[in-house]
């Protein structure tokens, strides 16, 4: 019986540290017109009505034979410079993870482009500490200059949360669901 409870309880400790994951949203630059010049799209005003965090995805999609993605520094960001990307993707179907709070500047390295307005800045605003503290993420290892497959995690898409909090909250209370059903679980076994 004691082995049953063991297993049981490895398999719920497993399952709750793998619960923010299921949280996590996938963004869709320009959402329905992708990543393009075309149409005019203000990747700016489609990204401040974002509430990104670490865990989500940014997916660029686009034409490969016309289009890029650039990850560059804030003056290379300003100044259209795709002379020294931090990381460059070509393969139309592009998925950067968020690892890290903090500002994240993409551009299209096509001339011209970034000067039409094909640059993005996703910002990643720290957490409320109301539920505890905000996990600190790693600064993530940089993709080749050529890539041809992205440096990142393919996510399942799910819709994103505009509350932080609230998104903290039920990873929290799904967490504390799972913390009382082990205990019952538990209680149960040994009366």
Known sequence: ??????SLFFMVAVATTTLPL?????????????????GNIDYKKWASSKTFHVGDTILFQYHVQIHNVMLVTHSDFQACNATSPMATYT?????????????????CGVPGHCLAGQKVDINVARES???GPTPQAAPSPMASTS?????????????????????ALMGLLCKLGVAIAVF???????T
């Open 22 to 38: 299921s949280f996590a949203a996938v963004y869709k630059v320009g959402d329905s017109s992708g990543w393009t010049t075309l």
């Open 91 to 107: 393969t139309g179907n592009d998925s950067y993870l968020i690892k890290t709070h903090g500002h994240h500047y993409f551009l």
């Open 184 to 190: 019952v679980v538990f209680a149960s076994t040994y």
């Open 1 to 6: 019986m004691a082995g049953r409870g063991f």
């Open 129 to 131: 500490s109301l539920l």
């Open 147 to 167: 890539s041809s497959t992205p440096a990142s995690l393919s996510v399942p898409a799910v819709s994103p949360s505009e509350s932080p909090p609230l998104n």
